[in-house]
């Protein structure tokens, strides 16, 4: 399964890979912010994209937006700071599959990736 | 108000330093900023929007975040001020701020900004707010000061 990371801080990345990777996930591409999202998602086709919310120049609930409106069956999650119940419920609904909030371990993460897929299959 | 959210946001910090296993922590008074911002050579600034405006800053010295940063790696060791350090001790400080205003009272919604970081020595800082209050949240391995400036309407 290939997973797309878009999040402004490459510490981000990098824990990210280091949790799914073992796990059996292949990143396919990691961005900074949601403008960049938007124009690579097309050319990579991931089976899901992690974005963070809060991201300089374009943020996620945007970028989500942008691409939901052209891939209406893009698997999306967010991977924020942010638990706020309004944006939890503003993703909910354009479509974004699963919100997870930082700071989290390798363990939870994997555990809602494979859910996802999980419940996405089913 | 202030010193309310000012604790919100200094407990938030504790519970993550006590997290990444940063022990014998002691969350401080709440005082003006002059007497208690002036030790650390890091600060991390990260703007409030929406019902509070300012600015939450962060400001502590390079060791205890080369500790810090050290045990969001997973324990690898920290000794220079690179770029994974710059984004992992960015990351704490949008962590922290994140868990903060959404653990502010219902009805409040907070947006924050990506961090700003800034190192050097003597640093001085002029908030441009109107009212600010800090916490100085004392560990083994130094202080971390928490400065909360808001824009009152």
């Known amino acids: 399964m290939k997973v797309m990371i878009v999040d402004d801080s490459q510490f981000i990345h990098m824990a990210v890979k280091s949790a799914l990777v073992p796990a059996g996930y292949e990143i396919c591409g990691t961005f900074n912010n949601g403008a960049e999202a938007v124009e690579a998602y097309a050319n990579l086709k991931p089976d899901l994209l992690i974005m963070d919310v809060t991201m300089p120049v374009m943020d996620g609930i945007t970028a989500a937006r942008k691409i939901l409106s052209d891939f209406p069956d893009a698997k999306i999650m967010m991977l924020t700071a942010m638990g706020r119940e309004d944006l939890v419920l503003e993703a909910k609904e354009i479509g974004i599959k699963a919100y997870k909030t930082k700071p989290f371990k390798a363990n939870e993460l994997i555990a809602v990736v494979d859910g996802l897929f999980l419940s996405c299959k089913n | ?153």
């Open chain 2, 1 to 153: 108000m202030l010193e309310n959210h000012l604790k919100i946001f200094a407990g938030t910090v504790s519970d993550m330093l006590t997290q990444l296993g940063i022990g014998e922590i002691v969350e401080g008074v709440y005082t003006c900023p002059a007497s208690v911002i002036e030790q650390g050579d890091l600060l991390v600034i990260i703007g409030l929007t929406r019902d509070i405006r300012g600015s939450v800053i962060y400001r502590l010295s390079s060791d205890l975040a080369m500790t810090i940063t050290s045990s969001m790696l997973g324990g690898s060791s920290v000794n220079v001020i690179d770029d994974m350090f710059k984004n992992a001790i960015c990351e704490f400080a949008n962590m922290v701020s994140g868990m903060a205003v959404s653990a502010l009272p219902v009805g409040i919604l907070v947006d924050i900004t990506p961090p700003t970081l800034v190192i050097g020595q003597e640093l001085t800082i002029s908030a441009g707010c109107n009212d600010i209050l800090v916490s100085k949240i004392e560990t083994s391995l130094g202080h971390l000061s928490v400065c909360l400036a808001i824009n009152k309407e």
